[in-house]
């Protein structure tokens, strides 16, 4: 099967190594000059690092990872620990798999160096794809033109390829615009703790954790904004303006903040789930398909998970695309709208107005951690399960 995907992000560049693992003949093409990744911190969760597992690039991961001890909910102000999600020994056992923080290019870097070289064509901007009598034809901005048996768009949010076979979509602006920044500490710090934690205050949040093995820490720092702000993670924005949003904040998070050099910004955009990925010679991929808020971490993650899953689909049913697209989308697509919803939802939640409402959200995960602490706070037992690596065909089908 001859395959051509539309993007060398995270998603694209997953799917290109998991299909070559089996056999098929893969082309990227990628709109940039080469692969890179912007300078922010991702987090990996254990679903996966459990498919990164089954494509066997895992241990190449861990080496630049940093291991956090916790998963930690505190108090804006006071930095009162709400929530605590250890993330030890016990944790690593229960879901097969460690709790770890990245960069984001040595991220991309793992899939990138495990291709062959040539597999990418790069500065080839899609235009536009449509169904041919054997596939899919996939046109670019140069005038030329790819003929493939099936073409995989992964070219993220404002996806062409998306655009191109089910027309515009209803993308929202969500009010909210994010701030990311990445403050070099050389190790571990007393004012910032190896642990992936969350300050939730009052209309705004900040997520901060290690990367780099714990030579930088990664701020991820979420308001709501009064006016629109464009969905660009190259945008460079003011660093008073961020330090303005979140005076009154933790000294600890001031302290870190008083570190930062430059800062970025860009708008949270989401659309609901969409009913189905697929059509003929075409199906989608990862922020293509279901663009997702990043309250839950799961942004990277469901578009590896995807990248088993299709890989896996259309090597149980090579000879016949339907099913394999049927497999994939069944498996998938309950998932990802439950993903998409639930991190909305956080968007909410961890946005409370007023420190009443604080005290309730806080009393019950304090209620949730004595009856289990790994489901306590954040509540994501059930995305840290899932195991790309249980899924067949036929028991998708059977499920049906």
């Known amino acids: 099967m001859k395959i051509a995907i ?33 300078g922010a911190g991702v987090q990996i969760t254990p679903n996966a690092v459990k498919a990164l597992k089954g494509l066997g690039l895992a241990e190449k991961l861990f080496d630049s990872a940093f291991y956090p001890q916790a998963v930690t909910g505190r108090h804006w102000k006071t930095g009162r620990e709400n929530f605590r999600i250890d993330l030890g020994d016990e944790f690593r056992a229960h ?28 500065n080839m901007a899609c235009t536009g794809v449509e169904q041919t009598e054997n596939g899919a034809r996939a046109t670019f901005e140069d005038g030329s033109h790819f003929d493939a048996d099936l073409v995989i768009g992964a ?10 076979i089910f027309g515009d979509d209803n993308l929202r602006w969500t009010g909210h615009q994010c701030y990311r920044a990445l403050v070099p500490t050389g190790g571990v710090v ?22 780099k093995g714990g030579d930088a820490v990664n701020i991820v720092a979420v308001t709501e904004a009064p006016e629109w702000v464009d969905e660009s993670w190259s945008t460079r924005a003011s660093v008073d303006a961020m330090l303005s949003d979140f005076q009154d904040w933790h000294p600890d998070l001031q ?4 570190g930062v050099g430059e800062v970025f910004n860009w ?54 695309l339907a099913v394999a697209l049927g497999a994939y989308e069944g498996e998938r697509l309950p998932r990802t709208a ?25 009393a019950e995960y304090a209620r949730r951690a004595k009856e289990d602490p790994r489901t306590t706070g954040i509540n994501t037992d059930w995305v840290y399960d899932y195991d790309p690596r249980k899924f067949s065909v036929r028991a998708v089908e059977n499920a049906q």
């Open 6 to 38: 539309i993007g060398g992000g995270i998603g694209g560049t997953a799917t290109a190594h998991a299909l070559l693992q089996k056999g098929f003949d893969v082309t990227i093409f990628e709109k940039a000059p080469a692969f890179g990744e912007v």
């Open 155 to 164: 070219d993220g949010v404002r996806s062409v390829v998306r655009k191109a």
């Open 338 to 362: 439950r993903v998409q919803l639930e991190a909305r939802e956080r968007g909410r939640t961890y946005h409370l107005p007023s420190e009443e409402e604080m005290a309730i959200r806080d």
């Open 95 to 122: 879901y097969d798999a460690p709790f770890i923080h990245v960069h984001r290019a040595d991220l991309l870097d793992v899939f990138v160096n495990a291709l062959p070289k040539g597999v990418c064509k790069f």
């Open 255 to 258: 302290k870190l903040f008083s």
């Open 267 to 320: 708008g949270l955009f989401d659309h609901d789930p969409m009913e189905t990925w697929s059509k003929g010679a075409v199906t989608l991929l990862g922020d293509a398909c279901h663009p997702m808020l990043p309250f839950l971490s799961q942004g990277a993650a469901m578009a590896i998970e995807d990248a088993y899953v299709l890989a896996k689909a259309l090597e149980q049913s090579p000879d016949d």
């Open 190 to 211: 007393d004012h910032v703790a190896p642990e992936s934690a969350f300050w939730m205050g009052p209309k705004a949040h900040v997520v901060t954790y290690y990367v």
